[in-house]
């Protein structure tokens, strides 16, 4: 295979010096005044944050046998370059908030928090994107997002940090829609299962997402902020509870699967991002929590088994049952308990009803326009597409030692 590395050699590296040539001259050109601005960002916020995104997201898509360093090594390059496109692309798109000087701290929490988006998506191409095609995905997606969070927040009067939180459904339906473009691996190959250790390192990930993913819900939230972290724990504990009771009771055995809680113990923490600061009592979000983890373990089923083969779609994270539908459940609860709340102020409800829906439907549907129209520039020949016999492994990209046990 040297040819096949010398392509490597002559691509990623330079595309790699060009992006980030790019961004020290963006960030000289776009930095901040020298004020002082007491930040609403506490640095052990930022800390919680940054361990979610890079631990996390790390080891929560190491599952795959032969692809843990590629799913550890290229998580972290695409993050340290996609929060540099963060910053600088939100500095640098028009907006009416112009005179408005952001403190540097919650900057670089919301470029973290962007960059979920991205893993997100990642997850659904696990295995089968190059790393040429990851960095470029990266930086469009970045943009992407941002451009639509600014639509939102322009025209249908989403609040920033609530437009943040739409980071969640526009990464697993830009990743769904990219993953359609990729050819499907053959049902056969063996380097797309998992192993017990690869299963646990995927299981120390979702620990480290679970435990932090308070902190990523409410690090953005001014008011209420601990009414939003206990929100927030009480749907997770009562998903990962969930996640337990129906992964033995949908298991032929009545054995618990792995998996299952793998995916479905986050679910709670995805579908009460939306409305953390608004719900008012935690048995709400205990019962958002409990439905969100029901659809993330039923949906498995469906998905892998009837929707995905029909779009041909391979998700190989499964981000749709884990991050996509919990997403859409929480974002019909924010309409719903809007409604409840705002029951009694008159005729100019339905108006701000719509904009809420409007806000999902927008985010929802131009990560699957972009998503498609990425996955199919990032498929041509120009960006050597690896062929299907080398999906989900390291060799292709990274030294690796085997330790050969021989036997007489």
């Known amino acids: 295979m040297p040819s096949n590395y010398r392509n490597f050699r002559h691509s990623v590296p330079w595309l790699i010096l060009l992006l980030e040539a790019v961004f020290i001259i963006g960030c000289y050109f776009v930095s901040s005044n020298n004020e002082i601005i007491i930040s609403d960002v506490s640095h052990a916020d930022f800390q919680d944050v940054n361990h979610m995104v890079i631990f996390g997201f790390g080891f929560f898509l190491t599952f795959l046998r032969r692809y843990g360093f590629s799913s550890t090594g290229f998580n972290l390059l695409i993050i340290a370059l996609g929060i540099q496109c963060s910053v600088v692309t939100e500095i640098l798109l028009p907006s009416s908030d112009e005179g408005v000087d952001e403190d540097v701290l919650r900057r670089i929490s919301?470029?973290?928090m962007s960059m979920t988006a991205v893993v997100i998506s990642t997850g659904a191409v696990l295995g089968k994107a190059n790393p040429v095609q990851l960095i470029l995905m990266t930086i469009?997606?970045?943009?992407l997002f941002h451009i639509s969070r600014?639509?939102?927040s322009e025209f249908l009067m989403v609040q920033d940090g609530e437009g943040m939180m739409h980071v969640l459904l526009f990464g697993a339906y830009f990743g769904l829609a990219l993953s359609s473009?990729?050819?499907e691996p053959s049902p056969r190959s063996e380097k797309k299962a998992s192993t017990p250790k690869s299963h646990l390192l995927a299981m120390l990930?979702?620990?480290f997402l679970w435990v932090f993913w308070p902190s990523f819900n409410s690090v953005l939230v001014v008011e209420d902020k601990n009414k939003a972290v206990y929100n927030t724990y009480f749907a997770l504990a009562?998903?990962?509870v969930i996640a337990f009771a129906l992964s033995a009771l949908t298991t032929k055995d009545g054995k618990l699967r792995m998996a299952h809680i793998h995916s479905a113990v986050l679910a709670g923490g995805v579908a009460v991002s939306y409305v953390v600061d608004i719900i008012d009592y935690p048995w709400i979000a205990m019962i958002l929590g409990l439905l969100a983890s029901v659809i993330a373990v039923l949906g498995s089923y469906c998905l892998e088994r009837c929707w995905n083969p029909v779009l041909k779609i391979h998700d190989s994270a499964g981000v749709h049952f884990t991050?996509?539908?919990p997403g859409v459940l929480g974002a019909l609860a924010q309409v719903v308990i809007f409604i409840i709340?705002?029951?009694n102020d008159g005729p100019g409800l339905g108006y701000f009803i719509m904009l809420r829906i409007g806000a999902f439907c927008v985010t929802i549907s131009f990560a699957l326009i972009t998503g498609f129209i990425t996955g199919l520039i990032l498929n041509s020949k120009l960006f050597k597409t690896i062929p299907v016999s080398k999906y989900f492994d390291d060799l292709f990209y990274w030294e690796v030692s085997f330790h050969v046990k021989l036997t007489v």
Do not use: C, D, H, P
């Open 323 to 325: 991050f996509g539908l």
């Open 341 to 343: 709340k705002t029951w």
């Open 150 to 152: 600014r639509i939102n």
């Open 238 to 240: 009562t998903s990962a």
């Open 205 to 207: 990930g979702t620990l």
């Open 140 to 143: 469009v997606e970045i943009i």
């Open 181 to 183: 473009r990729f050819s």
């Open 110 to 112: 919301k470029a973290a």
